[in-house]
């Protein structure tokens, strides 16, 4: 009979802790022995598999995140089940915003769900307070329409009477290389190349890169006329054109829409109402350009809008001006024109930002899922309103968040942040593509829709006053963060960290990297890698 230990004893070692199990001598104890050293592998096979599963390849515990993925996103029912008799959510929607952190929503509630992430409810309201600023809301929207459609009659009005004496349009600013580039150069970013909606071209990114400030928003040389909300706006011309003007059928007027969650109405900028029309006339050439150029990648997710009529199609482009679209689908045209009605009232909200290419790729998917204007709208207000620093002229607040990732590389990964700085890559700004429009082009339009909504409930969490203290109360569990996304933008270039080091020797190469994970990022697992670095890191990054 084979002898498998020797008379003493059979030793092993596990983590560096040393197990003894007694094994006799003589022939019929060899059995035992054998028996003990079949018990024993069966353990260290058991232990491994458990560390393997336990720790990631940095060396961490898991979140609880991985552990549920997208396994249970919050439904219908639980939706439902989620408010009290007279309409409010219950214990002031935290469990709610839990859930869609750890799981997302599913599709047939996103329209209801998403009002409440964006602070266009506030989720303490009751319904009877809701309806009563869904209203209000309604009626400032429709204002903000009225008066972008004086401003567009004014600049059509302009245009005509310059054609007459000159060749040139004031608004054309044909010798402005600047003007050029935001039209030319930094396409939008949804626009359709080639044969996939994800593919983007290397020249692309350069010019996008390369792009200086002065060509992130047209403004005219010539003497501002100002356009303010007058007295006048109500006249029976505006009303009458009002009606035509909604790319929405009738019925929809008799449909509940969304206001400010914070039952007051909307401050973005004190001079939200004020616009220069050669502003205004620059913003709404680029935004009919990006318009046309949106592709059709949310088609599936909206049926009855992908569904839409040429004629009702048609009616929409004409109410907002939309001209050359003749080579487009009816559901595109009519999408192009709910583009062009919203991001023309959003520049006059936010006169300040007015419309800066890139705006309309954020828009798309929220249009996509909301049918009514005033409450796409309103999302999209509380939306941006983060997301506005992505559109400053002096580009401070990309530059922070780009330095915000940076911090988080280096404290989590010093050896590939060393890398970084050898080849004057530490600024992050390769990662610029990502950060513009929050990861939209590295994501197709569910994973987008995912990452986003698990980031505006964090952003929710944290304008109800959930900080780090309550959160922590369930264990392990990531605290809410105003800046999940760069935390998701670097656990993926933390993924890609061993191609960084030893195969990529330029920041070039880096952003050849990035730029190819279109199509290739498992949300999940980002969100994943996202909320292990803020477990570790947020408290460290936010102090330095």
Request: hydrophobic share 35%; proline share 3%; charged share 25%.
């Amino acid at each position: 009979m084979l002898n498998v230990v020797p008379s003493s004893s059979l030793y092993r070692s596990i983590g560096g802790i040393f197990l003894f199990l007694s094994s006799g001598g003589g022939g019929g104890q060899n059995g035992g022995g054998a028996a003990a050293v079949a018990v024993a592998f069966t353990a260290v096979a058991g232990i491994a598999v458990f560390a393997a599963i336990a720790y990631t390849r940095s060396g961490h515990l898991k979140s609880p995140w991985s552990r549920k993925k997208r396994k249970h996103a919050l439904t219908l029912r639980q939706w439902r089940n989620s408010f009290t008799p007279d309409g409010k959510l219950h214990d002031g929607g935290i469990k709610l915003l839990k859930k869609v952190r750890s799981g997302g929503i599913d599709p047939s509630i996103r329209s209801e769900v998403w009002p409440f992430l964006l602070g266009v409810y506030d989720l303490k309201s009751t319904k009877e307070e809701r309806d009563v600023i869904r209203n209000k809301n309604r009626k400032e929207y429709e204002k903000l329409r009225r008066q972008s459609r004086r401003l567009l009659k004014q600049t059509d009005e302009n245009s005509r009477l310059n054609s007459n004496g000159s060749s040139e349009s004031p608004y054309s600013e044909p010798s402005s290389p600047a003007s050029e580039d935001v039209v030319s150069a930094r396409e939008s970013l949804s626009s359709e190349k080639g044969s996939s909606d994800l593919e983007f071209s290397e020249n692309q990114s350069s010019s996008v890169l390369d792009r200086s400030s002065s060509s992130r928003r047209v403004t005219s040389s010539s003497p501002s006329v100002i356009c303010s909300d007058s007295s006048d706006m109500g006249s029976s011309e505006d009303e009458q054109f009002d009606e035509a003007s909604s790319p929405l059928s009738d019925e929809e007027n008799d449909v509940d829409v969304a206001s400010k969650g914070d039952l007051s109405p909307p401050k973005t900028n004190p001079q939200s109402n004020v616009c220069r029309t050669e502003d205004f006339a620059s913003w709404q050439r680029i935004i009919r350009l990006d318009a046309v150029r949106a592709n059709a990648e949310w088609t599936p997710y909206s049926p009855s809008q992908a569904a839409v009529s040429e004629d009702r199609a048609c009616r929409s482009a004409e109410a907002v001006g939309l001209k050359d679209y003749d080579h487009l689908e009816p559901c595109r045209i009519y999408h192009a024109a709910r583009l062009v009605a919203i991001l023309e009232a959003y520049a006059i909200y936010d006169s300040e930002i007015g419309y800066c290419q890139g705006m309309s790729d954020l828009l798309s998917p929220i249009i996509s899922v909301i049918e009514e204007d005033h409450m796409a709208f309103w999302c999209f207000v509380g939306f941006m309103k983060k997301a506005r620093h992505n559109f400053r002229l002096d580009e401070v607040g990309i530059r922070r968040q780009l330095n915000t990732v940076a911090k988080i590389i280096k404290h989590k990964d010093s050896h590939l942040y060393k890398h970084l700085v050898k080849l004057q890559a530490e600024d992050c700004f390769f990662v610029y593509r990502m950060v513009v429009v929050l990861f939209r082009r590295e994501l197709n339009f569910e994973q987008t829709l995912c990452l986003w909504e698990v980031m505006w409930a964090d952003q929710a969490a944290l304008r109800a006053g959930v900080g780090k203290s309550a959160w922590r109360v369930i264990r392990q569990r990531a605290p809410p963060t105003e800046d999940l996304l760069l935390y998701a933008i670097a656990a993926s270039v933390l993924q890609r960290r061993k191609q960084i080091i030893e195969k990529y020797s330029s920041m070039d190469e880096i952003l050849r990297e990035c730029n190819n994970m279109a199509g290739h990022l498992d949300i999940w697992k980002l969100l994943d890698g996202a909320h292990d670095l803020v477990m570790t890191l947020h408290d460290k990054v936010a102090t330095t």
